[in-house]
């Protein structure tokens, strides 16, 4: 990531904001703070920012409801929302309403700067990111959301509704790495009583109706000791 990126962090807590922007200036970004979404959706008409860090639960104007009037100007500016809860239906929920990523309370600094070194890696000025598109194509491989449906050179191919889900969240996010538990988190969700074992299961079931080579892989590439990314460019459509 280079230059400096200019973050907007919307938190009531003040102690987040007294203790978090010193962090992320170190790794540097420019930080700007609001301590809700009414200040925020002024600082962002004031001057827009490269990205926005969001808190859920504020007062005065909530982190979804100010989400929801960012996107209701057709503007993509990269949200990652800060959640407090960990229910798959928040973070489906958080991702519906047009979120980039998001974060669970309490959570380390570290890896919100890895979140927003992502975003913004995949972030396009003005449009939408992949993770809200309803179609996604990778060459031949091609998912409709919506319809949790499937095609490969034209013709559908059948998956469990898990391998769907954690092939819809790899193409969202080409060319990164993600790891294992975060796997587990979003697309098995926290009350789910599985091993990082269920998500090599997953990726084994798509490679098999993919095609796809582990040892040369078009689509799923295992990073040894890290994770899985998806290494094939993805479009929207």
Known sequence: MSG??????VDDDETIREHLPPV???????VRCASDGAEALQEIGRQRPDLVV??????VLDGRETLRRIRAEHDWLPVILLT???ESFERAAALDEGADDYLNKPFDPQELMARIR??????TSG???LSASESLRAGELRIDRPARRIWLGGVEQSVTPRAFALLEFLMSRPDEVVSRDRLLQ?????DAIVTSRAVDHRVA???KVLADAADDPTYLETVQGLGYRFVHPVVRG
Do not use: I
């Open 205 to 207: 079931e798509l490679r």
């Open 118 to 123: 992502a975003v913004l890696r995949r972030s």
């Open 24 to 30: 992320l200036r170190r790794s540097g970004l420019q």
């Open 4 to 9: 400096q990126h200019d973050v907007l962090l």
């Open 127 to 129: 449009r939408a990111p």
């Open 186 to 190: 979003s697309v098995w969700g926290f």
């Open 84 to 86: 407090q809860v960990g």
């Open 54 to 59: 969001l808190d859920v639960m504020m007062p």
